[in-house]
């Protein structure tokens, strides 16, 4: 049959199955087609967090605080160290970046399990529900700012120019979480189970992370252990050097971040593209 | 290009050069697992025993065919056909398996009352985001924004949580962003039933309106006469199987003589099942009851007015002195509506013995639609022995979908004439 006979005097042929890339760069394309979604989805997810509470959007800043207070208090007895200048500062810092990691890989699972009933009316990109949980990630985090950098000053850390580094650890760990992110996702649309082991599966990562405690209180061999195979570590790391320590990263501690989290990225994106054409009937 | 002329192609699978939405040989088929496995760790233990058994399910089979620039185009079938898994091909939610689809147009779909809709935010908030969803920027909703209120009369409530609306305030707005775009195909899947009266009547109108500016509408209902009033074309799908497409009154009509048929066949297979509805000392035996139309073909289905033809075979074992035969007509709830019999007719049988035959011919069923059951009897002419009683074996049905016959008020038609004078 001559496929060519078909009428684009009208309009052009503005889908073809035929005509298809590869699935991880299609989607590519339609995530830039669609970047007005995403941002829709990111605004709706801020909007609604707070929506019904009388301080409003000001918890985004009061929650980190008053779980820096809590552990503070809990722990600041049983961690004397020397090399620990201000714990509050030390806490606070670890905490925003784990909890970023922490939710925005489970909005993205949660969103598409419970929200992805929409992919079977219309077509929407995949990744838009793992974009727009990175998206609103990068706005709580961005808002925490202010009382890190109150408690910094309050605590007496001296703040340095190096603080200018910020916004690159933070570009890092959200493409590592988007990467993990995605992959549980997939997981998750065939595995209900996931989404529930996962909070347990969290929990014991931030406390194999020194999140609330100095890394040096580990004895040697945990301690490589989880400098080395923990990825998230290297996140912490690298964002409590510019804001906590305050000294430009070495090399290594930007390099293997980087490395870290583009593999993340690469593998969950392929991953993820490879089955969603399986989300439709799967959700 | 077009080399093909449309006759050296199967007439109702021609592809035309105006189409809009073009399946070529188009399967879908669904990966799911044999069995339920709920958990990761059961699935790691059974991928290392190799025990992950998937099966496909075919839900469209190569299927072929074209639809035209500013028809409105129907999809029927039974439920499971493949109807909706075809609306989602052209929608892009699924992709082909094999074959391909091609679409020369900006597709909207009609969403689900709302779907999409988040509860906590305002009406505004949700348009642009169930405007984003279809693809629309901020822009282009800010200036369809006030359209979009309009139509669904809700501006008094238009910054409220969605959560305060009722469901009829939900669905009108859903329909209303659904609607208001500028697409070259409307998906309409039987949701021309959300809201009050006026708003439906609002509703079909729209549709109207998108059909005269020459929108492509591709409509999927169970709703014969619907399909056939607004659609001019129809495909019908069986089993993912495409089984006819064309002009939409032939396709109609032969999608429900299938129906017909297959319903012919189970009233067919339901008399066998019923064996202790049939009693009698068996000195005559009923031994077959058939059922037939006025042309003579076995036929369980019949409309309003048709001749029925009843045959029974007997086999009298002993000489029996001028037996009765009759049969009984109840409605599928109990309704005992008529009885007639050999007696009442004024025929003496005489002496019988052997086999033979009884014939009983109704020239006009009366029964307006609905599921009737016959019951067949030889019994003694004085009433006090059974010889063979089948209670109730014989169902047939009444359909007049599609005859032209409209009277539907109460039992039975008196096909009576009216006459005006003055």
Same mark, same amino acid.
């Given at each position: 049959?001559?496929?060519?006979?078909?009428?684009?005097?009208?309009?052009?042929?503005?889908? +073809?199955?035929?005509?298809?890339?590869?699935?991880?760069?299609?989607?590519?394309?339609?995530?830039?087609?669609?970047?007005?979604?995403?941002?829709q989805?990111?605004?709706?997810?801020?909007?609604?967090?707070?929506?019904?509470?009388?301080?409003?959007?000001?918890?985004?800043?009061?929650?980190?605080l008053?779980?820096?207070?809590?552990?503070?208090?809990?722990?600041?007895?049983?961690?004397?160290?020397?090399?620990?200048?201000?714990?509050?500062?030390?806490?606070?810092?670890?905490?925003?970046?784990?909890?970023?990691?922490?939710?925005?890989?489970?909005?993205?699972?949660?969103?598409?399990?419970?929200?992805?009933?929409?992919?079977?009316?219309?077509?929407?990109p995949?990744?838009?529900?793992?974009?727009?949980?990175?998206?609103?990630?990068?706005?709580?985090?961005?808002?925490?700012?202010i009382?890190?950098?109150?408690?910094?000053?309050?605590?007496?850390v001296?703040?340095?120019?190096?603080?200018?580094?910020?916004?690159?650890?933070?570009?890092?760990?959200?493409?590592?979480?988007?990467?993990?992110?995605l992959?549980?996702?997939?997981?998750?649309?065939?595995?209900? +189970?996931?989404?529930?082991?996962?909070?347990?599966?969290?929990?014991?990562?931030?406390?194999?992370?020194?999140?609330?405690?100095?890394e040096?209180?580990?004895?040697?061999?945990i301690r490589?252990?989880?400098?080395?195979?923990?990825?998230?570590?290297?996140?912490?790391?690298?964002?409590?050097?510019?804001?906590?320590?305050?000294?430009v990263p070495?090399?290594?501690?930007?390099?293997?971040p980087?490395?870290?989290?583009?593999?993340?990225?690469?593998?969950?994106?392929?991953?993820?593209?490879?089955?969603?054409?399986?989300?439709?009937?799967?959700i | 290009?077009?080399?093909?002329?449309?006759?050296?192609?199967?007439?109702?699978?021609?592809?035309?050069?105006?189409?809009?939405?073009?399946?070529?040989?188009?399967?879908v088929?669904?990966?799911?697992?044999?069995?339920?496995?709920?958990?990761?760790?059961?699935?790691i233990?059974?991928?290392l025993?190799?025990?992950?058994?998937?099966?496909?399910?075919?839900?469209?089979?190569?299927?072929?065919?074209?639809?035209?620039?500013?028809?409105?185009?129907?999809?029927?079938?039974?439920?499971?056909?493949?109807?909706?898994?075809?609306?989602?091909?052209?929608?892009?939610?699924?992709?082909?398996?094999?074959?391909?689809?091609?679409?020369?147009?900006?597709?909207?779909?009609?969403?689900?009352t709302?779907?999409?809709?988040?509860?906590?935010?305002?009406?505004?908030?949700?348009?642009?985001?169930?405007?984003?969803?279809?693809?629309?920027?901020?822009?282009?909703?800010?200036k369809?924004?006030?359209d979009?209120?309009?139509?669904?009369?809700?501006?008094d409530?238009?910054d409220?949580?969605?959560?305060?609306?009722?469901?009829?305030?939900?669905?009108?707005?859903?329909?209303?962003?659904?609607?208001?775009?500028?697409?070259?195909?409307?998906?309409?899947?039987?949701?021309?039933s959300?809201?009050?009266?006026?708003?439906?009547?609002?509703?079909?109108?729209?549709i109207?309106?998108?059909?005269?500016k020459?929108?492509?509408?591709?409509?999927?209902?169970?709703?014969?006469?619907?399909?056939?009033?607004?659609c001019?074309r129809?495909?019908?799908?069986?089993q993912?199987?495409?089984?006819?497409?064309?002009?939409?009154?032939?396709?109609?009509?032969?999608?429900?003589?299938?129906?017909?048929?297959?319903?012919?066949?189970?009233?067919?297979?339901?008399?066998?099942?019923?064996?202790?509805?049939?009693?009698?000392?068996?000195?005559?035996?009923?031994?077959?009851?058939?059922?037939?139309?006025?042309?003579?073909?076995?036929?369980?289905?019949?409309?309003?007015?048709?001749?029925?033809?009843?045959?029974?075979?007997?086999l009298?074992?002993?000489?029996?002195d001028?037996?009765?035969?009759?049969?009984?007509?109840?409605?599928q709830?109990?309704?005992?509506?008529t009885?007639?019999?050999?007696?009442?007719?004024g025929?003496?049988?005489?002496?019988?013995?052997?086999?033979?035959?009884?014939?009983y011919?109704?020239?006009?069923?009366?029964?307006?639609?609905?599921?009737?059951y016959?019951?067949?009897?030889?019994?003694?002419?004085?009433?006090?022995?059974?010889?063979?009683y089948?209670?109730?074996?014989?169902?047939?049905?009444?359909?007049?979908?599609?005859?032209?016959?409209?009277?539907?008020?109460?039992?039975?038609?008196?096909q009576?004439?009216?006459?005006?004078?003055?």
């Open positions: 049959m001559d496929s060519m006979v078909f009428d684009t005097s009208q309009s052009p042929i503005i889908y +073809d199955s035929a005509k298809r890339g590869h699935p991880a760069i299609e989607e590519l394309r339609q995530i830039f087609h669609y970047r007005y979604l995403i941002a989805l990111v605004r709706r997810d801020v909007l609604i967090r707070y929506k019904r509470s009388v301080l409003g959007i000001a918890w985004t800043l009061l929650n980190p008053g779980m820096m207070v809590v552990l503070t208090l809990a722990f600041s007895q049983i961690f004397r160290f020397g090399e620990i200048k201000s714990y509050p500062s030390y806490v606070l810092s670890g905490l925003l970046a784990w909890t970023f990691f922490s939710q925005v890989t489970t909005a993205a699972m949660v969103n598409l399990v419970w929200g992805g009933g929409i992919l079977h009316r219309i077509y929407l995949r990744t838009s529900f793992a974009l727009a949980a990175t998206g609103t990630g990068l706005v709580n985090i961005a808002l925490s700012t009382p890190l950098l109150l408690i910094l000053i309050v605590t007496g001296p703040l340095s120019l190096n603080l200018l580094w910020m916004p690159l650890p933070i570009l890092l760990l959200a493409c590592f979480s988007l990467g993990v992110g992959m549980l996702s997939t997981l998750a649309v065939f595995f209900p +189970d996931v989404s529930e082991m996962y909070q347990i599966v969290l929990t014991a990562w931030m406390y194999l992370t020194p999140i609330i405690y100095p040096e209180i580990l004895p040697e061999t490589f252990l989880i400098t080395t195979f923990n990825p998230v570590h290297y996140f912490v790391k690298l964002y409590r050097v510019s804001v906590y320590y305050g000294r070495s090399p290594s501690e930007f390099l293997i980087t490395g870290v989290a583009l593999v993340f990225l690469i593998v969950g994106w392929f991953v993820f593209t490879k089955k969603a054409d399986e989300f439709a009937y799967r | 290009m077009n080399l093909l002329t449309e006759s050296e192609t199967p007439p109702h699978y021609s592809i035309s050069s105006k189409d809009i939405i073009r399946l070529e040989n188009a399967s088929r669904y990966r799911v697992p044999s069995e339920r496995i709920g958990t990761f760790k059961e699935y233990i059974r991928l025993q190799g025990r992950v058994k998937h099966k496909t399910f075919l839900a469209l089979s190569d299927v072929n065919f074209g639809v035209r620039r500013g028809e409105v185009f129907g999809l029927i079938g039974q439920n499971g056909a493949g109807k909706s898994t075809l609306l989602k091909l052209v929608a892009r939610v699924l992709q082909p398996s094999s074959g391909r689809v091609q679409v020369a147009g900006k597709v909207a779909p009609l969403l689900e709302g779907a999409g809709f988040h509860a906590e935010l305002t009406g505004r908030e949700n348009v642009y985001l169930n405007g984003a969803m279809l693809g629309f920027t901020h822009q282009e909703m800010a369809k924004f006030k979009i209120v309009d139509f669904a009369e809700l501006w409530f238009i409220a949580p969605m959560r305060t609306y009722s469901s009829g305030m939900w669905a009108r707005l859903g329909f209303a962003v659904a609607t208001d775009v500028d697409a070259d195909i409307l998906i309409v899947d039987e949701i021309l959300v809201g009050d009266d006026a708003f439906q009547r609002k509703s079909s109108e729209r109207e309106a998108f059909r005269q020459g929108v492509t509408i591709l409509l999927v209902s169970h709703n014969m006469s619907l399909v056939k009033q607004i001019q129809a495909a019908w799908l069986d993912g199987k495409l089984m006819d497409v064309g002009s939409v009154d032939i396709v109609v009509d032969r999608y429900l003589q299938s129906v017909r048929d297959k319903e012919n066949r189970r009233l067919m297979e339901e008399q066998v099942e019923t064996v202790d509805r049939r009693w009698g000392s068996k000195k005559i035996e009923i031994t077959q009851v058939r059922i037939y139309d006025e042309l003579k073909q076995p036929q369980h289905i019949f409309y309003t007015g048709q001749s029925l033809i009843l045959e029974m075979n007997y009298a074992h002993e000489t029996v001028s037996p009765v035969f009759g049969i009984a007509i109840h409605r709830d109990g309704l005992h509506l009885g007639p019999n050999t007696a009442f007719s025929m003496n049988l005489g002496k019988i013995s052997g086999s033979g035959k009884m014939i011919t109704v020239p006009h069923l009366p029964f307006l639609p609905g599921k009737y016959i019951s067949v009897a030889a019994v003694k002419n004085d009433d006090t022995e059974i010889y063979d089948h209670d109730r074996l014989y169902p047939i049905q009444i359909d007049n979908e599609n005859r032209g016959i409209f009277e539907k008020y109460g039992l039975i038609t008196l009576g004439e009216w006459q005006h004078e003055r």
